[in-house]
């Protein structure tokens, strides 16, 4: 074979030129069958490094649309048309809208849709096969439809190929290439733009990933931030209300906080209603918001034990990440209240504490009592009513938190609960208290009161009377009630478990019995004659041995020291006991 024929081999002459060289008919078939397969090759080896391209694009996707741009481009190139277009299928509906072009010119066709089964695109999808027409106009095996027809004849298009995007058995969208002639597509050529469309759902896929796992990564920052920001709140030492309004702000609803019992809390916003039992319950049992009504309710919850309630208004519907967000809202309000009680139980249990040394032991050291009680807000110097309290209602340490929140000082003391009270304050009015404090008992609460008193023994003794005039109110049948054991006064006294008489015999005739002391007077000696005589002037004289004038002006001294009701019937009644005892203590 001469020099020149091997030239034209190489460059592709036809078999026309071969012959007209004088290439021998067996050489030149060879010489064809070797340049198509060259041809075929070098086809081949564009196609493969087109392919080889669009995966490095994947693997360095940062813009999912010049990725896909560019598999459009390199599906237009190598099928050598004129146009190549990829659409997309909508979600959540039953069509398909333009998601990038290459080559297109018309406007109507970049912004065409089709329903499923339309033209030869809808059918692509609907069936997730491969089509091709050499002349779409013409072909009866599409549905033909105006706005399709219309945009295809806008872009003046004639032959088209379309290949399905799959991700599994799912079409996500179709790969195009066309062209303004008539023309067929080969095997190849489907194949090859089936291998783009491959690509290109890979592509699509990545980015949904990117996109799911950048807004999961948005929503732990979101909910990190959020569970930093409200720790941050109760560790700082906010209250209640502050941590609702944290919640509000990033949920974007109104926030109220309810206890156990179904009291508020705290809020921000419009105040939601109380949540029902069944609502929180089933938040309870599930360890789930619960949405009722339009108001999403979070049970707050201690292990096992329910503290109370959050609720969020104004979010009926609520995205699950937000859902979760609400509900660890729910966890650190547990947190918040956790720590306030663990704070109020460390403050009643240190001035419980105070009070069982105050009533225990007052002489023992009255300076540190002091101190320790000056450390807790409380002057003992200033007078206090002390209030001992029962009720069969519910437990001690119950009725104590209930009365702490009106009191100085509370805590139990034998088995009692004590409260020292201002005596300004209404709680000091033991009537008064005991109706305060039914309804968070549960039931009656008897009530019984001594003082003012200040200092140590001062308050010890108020409490030692008080005591007493709970019992005597007790035996009389008074549960529920409220007095002093001035009020009871000498029945206090027969009633009380272990008498103390001389407190009695002071509270009733203390002023007349110090007179005599300053004065050197007979006043009690006088008041124990009058009784004798029946009241009786004339013989209350006889028996003191002094002028009848003098006998009245003594009973005026007394009324002046006892106040006016002294010679009233129960007036002497307790004079008269309290004559009686003081001459018994003073026998030898």
């Not at 066709?109 to 096969?129: C, N, S």
């Not at 190849?188 to 999961?216: F, G, M, Y």
């Not at 702490?404 to 208290?433: F, M, R, T």
Request: proline content about 4%.
């Amino acid at each position: 074979m001469s020099a020149e024929l091997l030239d034209l081999i190489a460059a592709g002459a036809s078999a026309r030129e071969l012959a007209a060289a004088g290439a021998d008919p067996r050489a030149t078939e060879a010489a064809l069958r070797i340049h198509a397969t060259l041809a075929g090759h070098t086809r081949r080896e564009a196609e493969l490094a087109a392919l080889f391209d669009t995966a490095s694009d994947l693997a360095r996707l940062r813009d999912t649309d010049a990725v896909l741009q560019s598999i459009v481009h390199r599906a237009r190139m190598l099928l050598r048309v004129d146009v190549s277009y990829l659409s997309m299928n909508r979600p959540g509906t039953d069509g398909t809208y333009m998601r990038v072009t290459d080559g297109c010119t018309s406007a109507l066709f970049k912004a065409l849709r089709l329903g499923m089964g339309e033209g030869l695109g809808g059918l692509v999808a609907q069936t997730a096969r491969p089509y091709a027409t050499a002349d779409y106009p013409t072909d009866p095996r599409f549905r033909h439809t105006g706005p399709i027809d219309e945009a295809v004849r806008d872009e003046g298009l004639i032959a088209i190929i379309g290949v399905p995007l799959a991700l599994g058995d799912e079409v996500i969208g179709v790969l195009y290439a066309s062209d303004r002639r008539t023309r067929r597509f080969s095997p190849a050529e489907v194949a090859l733009l089936s291998s783009l469309a491959d690509h290109a759902a890979i592509a699509i896929d990545n980015a949904r990933l990117i996109e799911t796992i950048q807004e999961h990564h948005a929503t732990i920052a979101r909910a990190q931030e959020a569970h930093d920001r409200l720790t941050a709140l109760v560790l700082g030492g906010s209250g209640v209300r502050e941590v609702a309004e944290a919640v509000a702000g990033v949920l974007g609803g109104g926030i109220t906080v309810h206890d156990a019992t179904g009291a508020e809390l705290g809020r921000s916003g419009v105040a939601a209603p109380q949540p029902s039992a069944e609502t929180v319950a089933a938040s309870q049992s599930s360890g789930r918001a619960v949405a009722e009504g339009g108001v999403w309710t979070c049970a707050v919850l201690a292990g096992p034990e329910l503290l109370g309630s959050i609720t969020l208004t104004g979010r009926a519907d609520l995205a699950d990440a937000d859902r979760r967000l609400f509900e660890r809202a729910g966890v650190v309000t547990a947190l918040l209240l956790l720590l306030r009680r663990s704070t109020a139980e460390a403050e009643d249990r240190v001035r419980g504490e105070l009070v069982a040394d105050l009533l225990t032991a007052p002489q023992r050291d009255p300076e540190a009592l002091i101190d320790r009680a000056r450390r807790v807000g409380v002057d003992l110097g200033a007078g206090h009513v002390v209030l001992v309290l029962q009720s069969g209602a519910c437990s001690r340490g119950r009725l104590a938190a209930a009365v702490a929140g009106y009191a100085a000082l509370a805590g139990l003391h034998a088995e009692q609960v004590v409260a020292l009270i201002p005596p300004d304050e209404a709680a000091a009015d033991p009537g008064k208290l005991a109706s305060m404090l039914a309804g968070a008992a549960g039931g009656p609460v008897t009530v019984a009161a001594a003082g003012p008193a200040t200092g140590p023994a001062g308050l010890a003794a108020a409490h030692a009377e008080a005591a007493r005039c709970l019992r005597a109110m007790l035996a009389l049948g008074r549960e529920g009630d409220g007095a002093t054991a001035a009020e009871l006064g000498f029945v206090g006294v027969l009633l009380g478990d272990r008498a103390n008489t001389a407190g009695f015999v002071r509270s009733v005739l203390g002023p007349v019995l110090d007179y005599d002391e300053r004065r050197g007077t007979e006043l009690v000696k006088t008041l124990n004659c009058y009784f004798a005589a029946g009241g009786n002037l004339a013989r209350a004289k006889d028996s003191l041995h002094v002028h009848v004038n003098t006998v009245a002006q003594r009973l005026e001294r007394i009324a002046a020291l006892l106040g006016p009701d002294w010679s009233s019937p129960a007036g002497a009644l307790e004079l008269q006991l309290a004559l009686r005892l003081h001459r018994l203590s003073q026998s030898p």
